[in-house]
Structures are given as structure tokens and as C-alpha cells.
């Protein structure tokens, strides 16, 4: 799917897509660069709304550090590289499950599932996308969406998570209608993760309730 908007746009060549894709690697950020490229922005704005995009990515990190922790700089720094949306939902679930962390079930995560099929659809779709004239048409277009609303379901585990997802999606959806997808994309990744951080846990009212109680 990426590698079709990439290309569909006119402005990245086959091997531009697949370097993209290898070099960046995320997903969303991905869309939205093309999006923005297409629309005409210049580099420096392109940046500062792919780095608020990302931002949910500090918490995914933060996340997943307890898990890393004792691991290597070098391991760590080469899986920070790795880290999205989709390798971070099956690695931390994995990881909860067992109970400990797993080297191999975060580079099967992130290699095997994510960055080894997401290349091989990119190059298909720069290459064969083409010949798609309209990718609505044959509801192409929602797959991307798709995913993410699954992966999003997968993580709902508690209050914070559900307000987080409730509010990113109301907040992007919103954005979109009113402005601009792109804006909507940045604006529900941007106040999702921000809303789901203000919601105490329920050790933390447990822990105030005692307060008041004493």
C-alpha cells in the first residue's frame, strides 16, 4: 500500500519507495511524509510533523524498556530502529504472556512479521501500482486503517488505553473532517497517547482514596 501512494504521487522513483521503507520504517509516519510531499511542503515542515507524529513512539519505548532492561546499548539502539506500531503490540503482548522477555519473540516481531512483509509490499505495490487506476475503487485504501483498528483493539487493556484510543480516534476523525486527513492522522497520534497519560490508573485512585480515607 505504501509503495502504491508513493508512487502515485510522481514524486518517488522504486528505489526511493524501497529506501524509504528501510531507512524510516514506520508506517504511518511513511503515509503522512508522502501525503505532505505530494501537498508540496517544504523538508523542515515535513519533519516537525513526522517527529509530533512519532511522538507516541517515547511511549512505546518507555513501555518496553523494563523488558530490555540488562540488554545491550547496541541491542536496544537497534531495536529502538525496529520498534512500530505493529512490533511493539506482538512483542509486548508476547512478552506479558510469558511473563519475561524474549530476544527472539521481538526480532521474529519485527523482522519476520513486520519489516520483511512491509518491504515486499512496498516493492510490489512501486512496482505493480500503476496499474491500479484507483485504489478506492477496489477499497485498497482501507487497509492500512484496518490494521491499525486491530492493532489498537489488541492493546486495550485497561481504562487509560480505551480513553487513549476513544480519544485519539474522535480527535483524528474530527481533525479529518475538518481539515485535512494528514492533520487528522497527527493530531489523534498526538492528543491519543496525551489523553491516555492523564487518566490515573486504578492504583493510583486506590492509592488516593487511602489518603482521604486516613
Not at 25 to 42: E, K, N, P
Not at 87 to 99: E, N, T, V
Not at 150 to 161: F, Q, W
Amino acid at each position: 500500500m505504501f509503495g502504491l501512494s508513493a508512487r502515485t504521487t510522481g514524486h518517488f522513483s522504486v528505489v526511493e519507495a524501497m529506501a524509504f521503507s528501510i531507512v524510516a520504517f514506520a508506517g504511518a509516519a511513511q503515509f503522512t511524509a508522502v501525503g505532505l510531499v505530494a501537498r508540496g511542503l517544504g523538508w523542515p515542515a515535513i519533519a516537525l510533523f513526522i517527529a509530533l507524529l512519532n511522538a507516541r513512539h517515547v511511549l512505546y519505548s518507555a513501555a518496553l524498556a523494563p523488558w530490555f532492561r540488562g540488554r545491550s546499548f547496541l541491542e536496544r539502539a537497534v531495536a529502538a530502529h525496529f520498534l512500530t506500531d505493529e512490533s511493539f503490540a506482538l512483542s509486548i503482548a508476547h512478552f506479558r504472556r510469558i511473563g519475561r522477555f524474549d530476544g527472539f519473540g521481538y526480532w521474529w516481531a519485527a523482522i519476520v512479521t513486520t519489516l520483511i512483509p512491509w518491504n515486499i509490499a512496498t516493492l510490489a505495490g512501486a512496482l505493480l501500482g500503476t496499474a491500479i487506476v484507483d485504489p478506492r475503487a477496489l477499497g485498497i485504501d482501507v487497509i492500512f486503517p484496518a490494521a491499525m483498528g486491530g492493532l489498537a483493539v489488541g492493546l486495550i487493556t485497561g481504562r487509560r488505553e480505551l480513553a487513549g484510543a476513544i480519544a485519539g480516534g474522535l480527535i483524528g476523525v474530527g481533525a479529518s473532517l475538518a481539515w485535512d486527513p494528514t492533520i487528522g492522522v497527527i493530531a489523534g497520534g498526538v492528543a491519543g497517547p496525551i489523553v491516555g497519560l492523564l487518566v490515573p490508573t486504578p492504583a493510583m485512585g486506590g492509592a488516593e482514596g487511602g489518603e482521604r480515607a486516613s
